[in-house]
């Protein structure tokens, strides 16, 4: 069976960095997804990036409006509408049809912290797609560690959802190395994202998320 990736990149646009990834992913004809921050993007220039994304084919989707706190760790019941809605709404037109939603995860964990029940319930209500991941190989802090890191999931997996962040780390100046080292195993390369991963399509409910959810919240 030919080995799949999906390819992620959160916390983005960044000039200077995501004009680098657009090129590389350009370069090889390969598809991703972006989800972005609602608070960055309305910082000067960042709409023009992600729309430049956007007009060559790839996914955006929603990181959450602040990537401040965990759904799991807070008992407000405004939180969901304020980090998922509030984002959602500066995405605008920007946004697919699916409405792509990944949650902060704090450093790639999923565990009870991701969810509170209100946060799952909105997504379910207003008919989002919740993106999740099997891949984090913690590029923000190792710069080209995360290659070799990356690849060792790839090799272990069928099909791969690879979370990279478009940030100024310097780990996207080794992206054009290892797609080529990608496709040189054979790895199809697609934008489609896996049944195991999107436990919410469209707001209903497809995979389990009881793992996810803190039960001290509402």
Request: proline share 6%.
């Amino acid at each position: 069976m030919t080995r799949r990736l999906t390819l992620t990149f959160d916390n983005g646009p960044t000039p200077g960095v995501t004009e680098h990834v657009l090129e590389e992913l350009a370069r090889r004809g390969i598809l991703a997804t972006f989800f972005v921050v609602g608070r960055d993007l309305q910082r000067d220039g960042r709409r023009t990036l992600v729309q430049r994304a956007k007009d060559a084919g790839h996914w955006i989707g929603n990181h959450t409006m602040t990537h401040s706190i965990q759904f799991g760790t807070s008992d407000d019941p405004a939180l969901p509408a304020a980090e998922i809605t509030a984002a959602q709404h500066v995405l605008g037109e920007l946004a697919e049809p699916d409405k792509y939603f990944r949650p902060w995860g704090g450093g790639g964990i999923l565990g009870p912290d991701l969810f509170s029940p209100a946060a799952l319930e909105l997504l379910q209500r207003d008919g989002y797609s919740c993106v999740l991941w099997n891949s984090v190989p913690r590029d923000w802090e190792d710069a080209t560690g995360w290659v070799d890191r990356a690849l060792a999931d790839i090799r272990s997996q069928d099909w791969t959802v690879l979370v990279l962040h478009d940030i100024p780390s310097g780990a996207m100046d080794h992206l054009g190395a290892f797609l080529d080292l990608v496709i040189a195993e054979g790895v199809q390369i697609v934008q489609e994202l896996p049944d195991a991963c999107v436990p919410i399509r469209r707001g209903a409910l497809v995979g389990s998320v009881d793992h996810l959810v803190h039960p001290t919240t509402s």
